[in-house]
């Protein structure tokens, strides 16, 4: 199974930036998609971003598109996906959590927003973006 340890989170204001990291390991050489995902109090947990190991191929939510990126930095057994954000809105304050799940079909887009298809998780890094 993948350990996945996230780092990067805090405070700041509206229209920061921060750069979360997502340090994955145990993969035996396979590829496998990194997610992020955020989960505010009160609200459902939101698919943010996927990144597939093996291509770097990325997928980014319509909600965040143009303001976040995914990408990652591949070294040995540990692979770090980041998560670039930028003109951080309070509406991003919330729990991030990376997560990751074997491809499907050879790729990451199948029912990537889906965190029931992820069987590794985090324990997540605070964002507190204020107004």
């Known amino acids: 199974q993948v350990l996945l340890v996230e780092s990067g989170g805090g405070s700041v204001q509206a229209g920061g930036s921060l750069t979360l990291s997502c340090a994955a390991s145990g993969y035996a050489g396979s590829a496998n998609c990194v997610a992020w995902f955020r989960q505010a109090p009160g609200k459902e947990r939101e698919a943010v971003a996927t990144?597939?190991?093996?291509?770097?191929?990325?997928?980014?939510a319509n909600t965040v598109r143009g303001r976040f990126s995914i990408s990652q930095d591949s070294a040995k057994s540990t692979v770090t996906v980041y998560l670039q954000m930028n003109s951080l809105k309070p509406e991003d304050t919330a729990m991030y959590y990376c997560?990751?799940?074997?491809?499907?079909?050879?790729?990451?887009?199948?029912?990537?927003?889906?965190?029931?298809?992820?069987?590794?998780w985090g324990q997540g890094t605070q964002v507190i973006v204020s107004s």
């Open positions: 997560a990751a799940r074997q491809p499907m079909y050879g790729g990451c887009w199948s029912r990537w927003t889906w965190a029931s298809e992820y069987n590794s």
């Open positions: 990144l597939h190991t093996g291509d770097a191929t990325p997928y980014i």
